[in-house]
């Protein structure tokens, strides 16, 4: 099976264009892709229609599914461990994921794809997903600092994320914690990258915490703020974005006060953590 590519901006993110991922997949082209998403870190599929089945078919293609820790501790409540559920309503005061973030980066061993499909947008044209490159947010960084990062570990906690939302667990319910390498070497490209994101990361360890408050905030915020290492992708129904979680970091607009958006997201297991 044939298809091209189109690139959204020079550092990351590509269109892939002529595919119908609801219909089962060669090898060759399963590679394809794989070569094409490790190179642009985010590819986008538009006017999908998949069933549940066919999404994570799709997924299954590059690894085994991860079952997310908000169903393992029992707040999902979807009855599929494969499938999280991102629904805004109309009158929610929050949107998932609004905060820049790698997906589950306070497991052990983080999920190394993530695929959104999504099937409702706002009707106000809002609700786009941002991306940054943390090879290119760890190679702008100074000698200097690259130097001081170099063999520091952070420590990743998921209950920063939920009180976030106003969450707090129960008697028996637990989230993860792990800690992981600042720096960390994409295991199939070896490209060094920054691995800290302020949804999940609650300090530097080995360091006062004033100093990781200050470390952490500066390097949030200048991916934040630097649109060189970035790309934005406006959804339309029938979308699939799949990106690579071990260097990508995200982010959903909420842009969309009064006005619904749903999507529902597949990831895939990796098979060793970070290092």
């Not at 590819?43 to 820790?69: C, M, N, S, W």
């Not at 609004?98 to 044209?125: F, Q, R």
Request: glycine share 8%; aromatic share 10%.
């Amino acid at each position: 099976m044939s298809f091209e590519i189109a690139t959204i901006t020079p550092g990351m993110g590509a269109e892939v264009r002529g595919l119908n991922i609801a219909e089962p997949l060669d090898d060759a082209t399963v590679q394809a892709l794989r070569d094409a998403w490790l190179k642009h870190m985010v590819l986008v599929f538009r006017d999908q229609e998949l069933t549940r089945a066919e999404h994570k078919r799709f997924g299954r293609y590059f690894g085994e599914l991860h079952i997310h820790p908000s169903f393992k501790s029992g707040m999902n409540k979807t009855g599929d461990p494969e499938i999280f559920v991102i629904d805004t309503p109309l009158d929610a005061k929050q949107s998932n994921g609004e905060a820049w973030h790698s997906d589950a980066s306070c497991e052990e061993i983080p999920p190394m794809a993530s695929l959104l499909y999504v099937t409702k947008v706002p009707e106000n044209g809002g609700g786009d997903t941002m991306f940054a490159n943390m090879y290119e947010a760890y190679a702008e960084l100074s000698e200097d600092l690259k130097s001081l990062l170099q063999n520091k570990f952070a420590y990743h906690d998921g209950e920063i994320d939920l009180r976030s939302y106003g969450i707090r667990l129960r008697a028996g319910q637990n989230y993860p914690k792990a800690s992981h390498p600042v720096v960390v070497h994409h295991p199939e490209t070896g490209k060094p990258l920054l691995f800290v994101n302020g949804s999940f990361t609650s300090h530097v360890e080995g360091i006062p915490r004033w100093e990781s408050d200050m470390l952490l905030d500066g390097l949030y915020e200048f991916v934040a703020r630097n649109p060189r290492i970035q790309c934005r992708v406006k959804w339309s129904p029938g979308t699939l974005v799949m990106w690579d979680n071990r260097c990508v970091q995200h982010q959903a607009v909420r842009d969309y006060a009064g006005f619904a958006r749903y999507g529902e997201r597949v990831s895939v297991l990796d098979v060793a953590r970070p290092v």
